[in-house]
């Protein structure tokens, strides 16, 4: 069983910043690519970034410029360092894991962010 813990999620004003944390424990082995997405209310997921075991990082348009996804594969963590934060980032995130091995997937619990004007 594994297990993704997210942390770092809040209420920010606009033009402030947080860090989203997500580690995974348990029975892993194996991780591929790691990202995030997020949801916003009345909206469908969409994918914010994701990065490759070899540390390569692909970003939505959203977000590029703004966000920084990185990971530490000794910890098995992956991390979302949100700058210049608007209302529209405004949504839950989901950290997610990829894994050779079923489910192949494991999703976090989401974490809300709130960006207020």
């Known amino acids: 069983q594994v297990q993704l813990v997210e942390s770092g999620g809040g209420l920010v004003q606009a033009g402030g910043s947080l860090r989203l944390s997500c580690a995974a424990s348990?029975?892993?082995?194996?991780?591929?690519?790691m990202g995030w997405y997020r949801q916003a209310p009345g909206k469908q997921r969409e994918l914010v970034a994701t990065?490759?075991?070899?540390?390569?990082?692909s970003y939505s348009y959203p977000v590029k410029g703004r966000f920084t996804i990185s990971r530490d594969n000794a910890k098995n963590a992956v991390y979302l360092q949100m700058n210049s934060l608007k209302p529209e980032d405004t949504a839950v995130y989901y950290c997610?894991?990829?894994?050779?091995?079923?489910?192949?997937?494991?999703w976090g619990q989401g974490t809300q962010v709130t960006v207020s004007s």
């Open positions: 997610i894991c990829n894994v050779d091995v079923f489910p192949f997937e494991y």
């Open positions: 348990g029975s892993i082995f194996s991780i591929n690519a």
């Open positions: 990065i490759t075991s070899g540390s390569s990082a």
